[in-house]
């Protein structure tokens, strides 16, 4: 069984920054990605950025330039690092491990809240 423990988060200005961590734990097989993926109210969820185990970066083009993503492959952690946060970044973030051929994992969610 995998598990997925996000932490980070909170409330922050606009132009601001956040850092959000997860760690997994359990049986964690490769080939695999570990990434981030949010969903704002009304909407669904989307990519904010992903990793592979073989170290190919993927982000979404509404965070490209603002946030960085980083993967421990020993630790089995993943961060993400969101730099110049706009109002329309607010949304609850997931950590996501998604294991070639098995269902994804989640994390249980963190809210990330921009507002002046």
């Known amino acids: 069984q995998v598990q997925l423990v996000e932490s980070g988060g909170g409330l922050v200005q606009p132009g601001g920054s956040l850092r959000l961590s997860c760690a997994a734990s359990?049986?964690?097989?490769?080939?695999?990605?570990m990434g981030w993926y949010r969903q704002a109210p009304g909407k669904q969820r989307e990519l904010v950025a992903e990793?592979?185990?073989?170290?190919?970066?993927n982000y979404a083009d509404s965070v490209k330039g603002r946030f960085t993503l980083s993967r421990d492959n020993v630790k089995n952690t993943v961060d993400l690092q969101m730099n110049s946060l706009k109002l329309e970044d607010t949304a609850v973030y997931y950590c996501?491990?998604?294991?070639?051929?098995?269902?994804?994992?989640w994390g249980q969610g963190t809210q990330v809240t921009v507002s002046s």
């Open positions: 359990g049986s964690i097989f490769s080939p695999n990605a």
């Open positions: 996501n491990l998604a294991i070639y051929g098995l269902a994804p994992y």
């Open positions: 990793v592979t185990s073989g170290g190919k970066t």
